[in-house]
């Protein structure tokens, strides 16, 4: 997926530094030990349509380029897309994107069967 941030374009990748990056941003705590659980959040999360999490995903999505965007750049981005009412897209695109990710696909299939239950 690509995202034009700050005039420049990015290329996000939901591969193994993604799911490393998101596990870092959200995990759990039971019992002592801290759980990981950076992809199920995520997937919480958008399906809430909460805007911090389109943050995270894009920032750990960058975080396998030496150039990536800086916080205050993808905050600024956020703030554009919402103003001209965009954002609702930005979740649907970035949904989509996450699906199809090789690394992420079966676990946000199992992640959805769980959640109807």
Do not use: C, W
Not at 32 to 38: D, E, N, R
């Amino acid at each position: 997926m690509n995202l034009t941030i700050n005039g420049k374009e990015y290329t996000l990748n939901f591969g193994l530094k993604f799911i490393r990056e998101m596990d870092k941003v959200y995990t759990i705590e039971n019992k002592g030990v801290k759980l990981a659980m950076g992809v199920e959040s995520a997937m919480s999360y958008l399906s809430m349509q909460n805007p911090t999490v389109l943050y995270e995903i894009i920032k750990a999505g960058t975080a396998h380029l030496k150039g990536r965007p800086t916080g205050t750049e993808i905050e600024n981005e956020l703030e554009k897309i919402a103003n001209e009412d965009k954002l609702d897209q930005l979740f649907k695109d970035i949904q989509e994107a996450l699906e199809e990710a090789p690394f992420l696909k079966s676990k946000i299939e199992q992640f959805k069967k769980q959640a109807k239950v």
